[in-house]
Every structure is written in C-alpha cells, then in structure tokens.
C-alpha cells in the first residue's frame, strides 16, 4: 500500500525559500517517477515537478521553472523539492504522488 506523508510547509515572505519532503513507503519506491503537485484555494490540483526513478530526468511546470528544483533518494525512499524565490501565488497545499496515491499534503503560505 502506498504511503506518502509530506512536511516542509510553512509561512515564508516573497522572495522567501522552503524545502518541501516526502516519505515513501509501501512500494518500491525506485522504480517509479514521482511527481509534487499542489492545490490553491478554489482551483484544481496541478503538476508542479516530476522526477524519473533514477533522478536524472526532472520536469516543471513553467511556473515554478528556474525557482523549483525536485530531487530524490532512493536510498532513503525520500523526494524533496527546494523552492526559492517563493511567490504569492505558490500559496497551495502541495502533495506528492504517484501510482494514484497521495499524502495528505503540506501548507506552503507565501504571504507579506
């Protein structure tokens, strides 16, 4: 069974940073991509970044591109996802997911 539980979040002024984690258990972790998501106030969840199983392919979305950086060890079964240059508008829940499943996420507020 799938298992993810984020931790990170927080309050942060613009311009402010954060490193979001997530731990995995329940599956092989390794031999899946793995993708963070987040869910502002009153709108649909979206793809923020995803990660190949080994860590050397990542995508993002072009929001978050060239301020977000996801990573990932396998190791210890964990994905992070530094984000600096935080803006307003990354105000979300953010989640990580894969094989359909997600945790229960984690407050990121960004806010003056």
């Known amino acids: 069974q799938v298992h993810l539980v984020e931790s990170g979040g927080g309050m942060v002024q613009p311009g402010g940073s954060l490193r979001l984690s997530c731990a995995a258990s329940g599956f092989n972790f390794s031999s899946y991509a793995i993708t963070w998501y987040r869910q502002a106030p009153g709108k649909e969840r979206e793809p923020v970044a995803t990660?190949?199983?080994?860590?050397?392919?990542?995508n993002y979305a072009d929001s978050v591109k060239g301020r977000f950086t996801i990573s990932r060890d396998n190791a210890k079964e964990m994905l992070y996802l530094q984000m600096n240059n935080l803006k307003p508008e990354d105000t979300a829940v953010y989640y990580c997911?894969?094989?359909?499943?997600w945790g229960q996420g984690t407050q990121v507020t960004v806010s003056s």
């Open positions: 997911g894969t094989l359909g499943a």
């Open positions: 990660i190949s199983t080994t860590g050397r392919s990542t």
